[in-house]
């Protein structure tokens, strides 16, 4: 029988493109509502510099877990699952009552995002090759640069429009449909996953370098709106620390190996997306496209 991406190849990329335009989307969109919000529910400055940096911060630290999950649960199954995430807490943010548990629902709009990005690259790496592969990539960083842009766009217009009197609500809101939509072409289009042999994600490993991450991502995305307090600077001075420890033989594993060449790759990234995002920088993570790599498909094989 012909596979799914065989057939529909176009397909296939569209729905696995979505990901990194809907992440990149709702990294901007916020700053634009951001006064709305605070006039909208009453928030204070740090409670509206939450509601940006709580995505941030979430989407970058997990995007490590989000690409070694797919590695060994299958793409689809990560892409579908962070997909579904980020839908609900879109759904649960627009009808947040107070700023509390709109910046929760940042923090899992986030982790949702986080799931499912990865997912793109490996998904390309998967069912296309050659010439294929390259065009592939190249849509990838125009539907980064494009979420980027849009987002922007759309979110000022959504909040000018002010919709049956909501305010900032579309802005989140907005998402809602289209995830259901592309959950269920997705679940049409995307291929089934390979049988995996037995995996396990190594916790221990994952958490010292999230914590590694947080000690640089935190920093970098609030600690410019906080006029870069001491806690800043020492965060970020406990980080080449704790990289050594990352780089050396891991005492936590027990195979006591270093973490991978993805899982090197995705922390890079996920400074980057701290840098390039943080509140009051005009730039966007385009440099992701190339600052991020998965393994080559034979490696994800089971």
């Known amino acids: 029988m012909t596979s799914a991406p065989e057939r529909h190849p176009a397909r296939l990329l569209a729905v696995l493109l979505v990901a990194p335009f809907l992440a990149q989307a709702d990294a901007t969109i916020a700053n634009v509502a951001t006064p709305a919000i605070r006039a909208g529910l009453g928030a204070s400055a740090t409670a509206a510099q939450l509601v940006i940096g709580g995505y941030l911060i979430a989407y970058a630290v997990l995007l490590i ?5 797919g590695q060994t649960h299958g793409y689809k199954r990560l892409f579908l699952a962070g997909l579904a995430v980020f839908g ?4 649960a943010g627009g009808l ?3 700023p509390s548990l709109l910046v929760g629902m940042r923090v899992a709009q986030g982790a949702g995002a986080a799931l499912m990005y990865p997912q793109t690259l490996t998904g390309i790496q998967l069912h296309f090759t050659g010439r294929e592969r390259d065009h592939a990539i190249g849509l990838f960083t125009i539907a980064l640069a494009a979420g980027a842009v849009v987002g922007q766009l759309a979110g000022g217009a959504l909040i000018s429009a002010d919709i049956a009197g909501a305010s900032w609500r579309p802005v989140f809101l907005v998402n809602v449909p289209i995830c259901a939509a592309v959950m269920a072409v997705a679940l049409r289009v995307l291929p089934r996953d390979r049988r995996h042999a037995a995996a396990e994600v190594d916790l221990p490993g994952v958490a010292v370098l999230s ?3 947080l000690l640089v991502v935190v920093p970098l995305t609030i600690g410019r709106s906080q006029g870069w307090p001491a806690w800043t600077w020492a ?3 406990a ?6 420890l990352i780089t050396s033989p891991a005492p936590y ?3 006591g190996m270093t973490p991978s060449k993805s899982s090197y790759s995705s922390g890079w990234s996920s400074v980057g997306i701290a840098s390039r995002f943080s509140p009051g920088s005009a730039a966007g993570p385009l440099g992701m496209a190339h600052d991020f790599s998965v393994p080559p498909a034979s490696s994800l094989k089971s």
């Open 235 to 237: 965060c970020l001075a």
């Open 253 to 255: 594993s027990p195979s």
């Open 239 to 244: 980080f080449p620390p704790a990289a050594w």
């Open 65 to 69: 877990t989000g690409a070694r999950l």
């Open 211 to 213: 914590v590694a991450l």
């Open 88 to 91: 609900a807490s879109s759904l």
């Open 96 to 98: 947040a009552p107070d």
